[in-house]
């Protein structure tokens, strides 16, 4: 069964701080990787996106790399804001054809409370 | 703002009742993607349109419908309403013409259902 784990579960920091999330998975055949941000009860909104050839990716403050040899990717976020505080998901997508197109499998996500 | 819309935005219904949902993808977007949300779950693919026509299935319940419209909205029709049917649904929409899902899906705000 094709799945996405994410570590840790929840994350506090402090304003300014750096740091990482962890996200494992084993869909395969393998695609791309997504990290999106979920702001409480809004929808998700895309981080990054990476093919298997790509091994990092940056988008402003968030940075994420993947691995696709060991299936690990992560997440970096530098200087921290107030309104990093979300939850983050990493989303793994299966090669297109087939009955695996548009099955997005989702981890479970690593809530992150940024405190001032 | 996503460009997606979904409405409504809240539902309270009762068991055993039927509602819809309503999508509006980004202009320009042939396919919808239905997600459900409950409070102690990661994102769960439901089901997928493209330009009027189902393309991919995920843990749909029998009680669940889905069709995607000439203008391109979708509408997620649910029934015999269950307690654990509450949970937030969201819609995304992507701009994917040959069938690769690597582009990127767009969420809506979601609507949130509450069954009582």
């Known amino acids: 069964k094709n799945q996405v784990e994410q570590s840790p579960q929840s994350l506090i920091i402090l304003e300014g701080k750096n740091c990482t999330l962890q996200?494992?998975?084993?869909?395969?055949?393998?695609?791309?990787l997504r990290w999106y941000k979920q702001d409480t009860g809004r929808g998700p909104v895309s981080l990054t996106i990476?093919?298997?050839?790509?091994n990092t990716k940056s988008n402003g403050r968030y940075t994420a790399t993947l691995d696709a040899d060991t299936k690990q990717s992560s997440l970096h976020i530098t200087a921290s804001q107030l309104s990093d505080s979300a939850s983050y998901i990493c989303v793994v997508s299966p090669r297109a054809g087939g009955t695996s197109y548009g099955k997005l499998t989702f981890g479970q996500g690593t809530i992150l409370t940024v405190h001032p | 703002d996503s460009g997606v819309t979904q409405t409504p935005k809240h539902l309270i219904t009762a068991t055993g009742q039927r509602v819809t949902l309503r999508c509006s993808p980004r202009?320009?977007?042939?396919?919808v993607y239905w997600y459900q949300q409950s409070l102690d779950q990661g994102l769960q693919f439901l089901i997928q349109y493209y330009n009027g026509e189902e393309r991919a299935k995920g843990n749909i319940l029998e009680r669940f419908s889905a069709q995607q419209f000439p203008d391109l909205h979708s509408e997620l029709n649910l029934s015999s309403l269950e307690l654990g049917d509450s949970a937030l649904y969201f819609c995304?929409?992507?701009?994917?013409?040959?069938?690769?899902?690597?582009?990127?899906?767009?969420f809506g705000p979601g609507t949130r259902l509450t069954v009582t």
């Open positions: 990476m093919t298997f050839s790509e």
């Open positions: 996200c494992n998975y084993t869909v395969s055949p393998f695609s791309n």
């Open positions: 995304a929409s992507s701009g994917s013409r040959t069938g690769q899902e690597y582009y990127e899906q767009y």
């Open positions: 202009s320009g977007d042939l396919s």
